[in-house]
């Protein structure tokens, strides 16, 4: 595993030429904003070439600046405030360009999730889902809404899904007190990470549960007690939370459960169809 990269920018320090120096200082003191600025930006920052700060890349041992640029961003990106945020979407982005720019960043959060995509972690969450006595689900604050996504369409197919509401430790516990071996956990969560997301997957798997992670790599805190772990870029170009990519993942997963649960879903359907008519739940016959 890679060292930590200040720690990597310290141990470089002693042997760094001046302005190489200069970077690394600027960095550990400003990494929240020098982490979203392109190598020409952070050079004029600074007051060095753009060619200085890919040489100071080099000289780390990545092999150029977006690599170097992409770790620093993994290391700070949980400990952005929502200020630290504005701050950073207001370098990346231009009046003119914002549609564009947040666009663009998503398509590359699902391109780049699509190839990330452990297929074997992928099969092994539909059968454990499949499979379960109970699940539950929890998703907390930004990331409720994808753990409500999942929660509506996993309704359809199972009796036995829980999602999960946490106004506080306490209460999230009082809700999961009985998980225990053949149930499921299915925990979202993306930079802020939460506590509370952290404390529910740590308890499922003291318990035996089976737990699923979806989030966004190996350093989130839930993945270290994931027997399942689904990863989705979430890199943000605003202080908007980017959930693009981990949605696209919830949505394959339920399409790829819908599959093997295809004759119970028919039959659901055929029962909510006619419920639907004849409460007139649709306007005009739509879905």
């Known amino acids: 595993m890679r060292k930590d990269l200040f720690e990597l920018m310290e141990e470089h320090l002693p042997e760094m030429s001046k ?14 904003i020098a982490a979203y600025l392109t ?20 000289e780390l041992g990545f092999s150029g600046y977006p690599e170097f640029q992409s770790v620093l961003q993994q290391s700070l990106r949980s400990k952005l405030t929502a200020v630290q945020r504005i701050d950073v979407s207001h370098n990346m982005l231009s009046d003119s360009n914002v549609a564009t720019g947040i666009l663009t960043a998503d398509m590359n959060n699902i391109k780049e999730s699509l190839s990330n995509l452990d297929k074997a972690s992928f099969n092994q969450a539909v059968d454990t889902i499949c499979q379960a006595k109970n699940i539950f689900i929890i998703g907390i604050r930004s990331s409720s809404m994808l753990a409500d996504f999942l929660n509506h369409y996993l309704c359809y197919m ?40 952290k404390l529910a997957a ?56 819908g599959r093997k649960k295809k004759d119970t879903i028919k039959e659901t359907f055929d029962d909510l169809e006619k419920i639907w008519e004849e409460y007139d739940v649709y306007e005009n016959g739509t879905k």
Do not use: C, W
Request: glycine share 4%; proline share 2%.
């Open 19 to 32: 302005s190489h120096k200069l970077i690394a200082t600027y960095i550990k003191k400003s990494g929240e």
């Open 39 to 58: 190598a020409t930006k952070l050079g004029a920052a600074i007051g060095v070439s753009e060619s200085t700060v890919v040489r100071f890349a080099l």
């Open 158 to 197: 199972f009796g036995n899904v829980k999602l999960l509401f946490s106004n506080s430790t306490n209460e999230l516990f009082e809700q999961i007190f009985r998980i225990t071996k053949g149930d499921v956990l299915v925990a979202i969560s993306f930079p802020r990470y939460s506590s509370r997301t």
């Open 202 to 257: 740590e308890f499922a798997k003291k318990k035996g549960a089976s737990v699923i992670a979806i989030t966004d790599s190996d350093s989130s805190p839930i993945s270290s007690y994931a027997d399942s772990k689904l990863y989705a870029k979430s890199d943000m170009a605003s202080f908007v939370d980017s959930l693009v990519a981990p949605l696209s993942i919830i949505n394959a997963l339920i399409a790829a459960i």
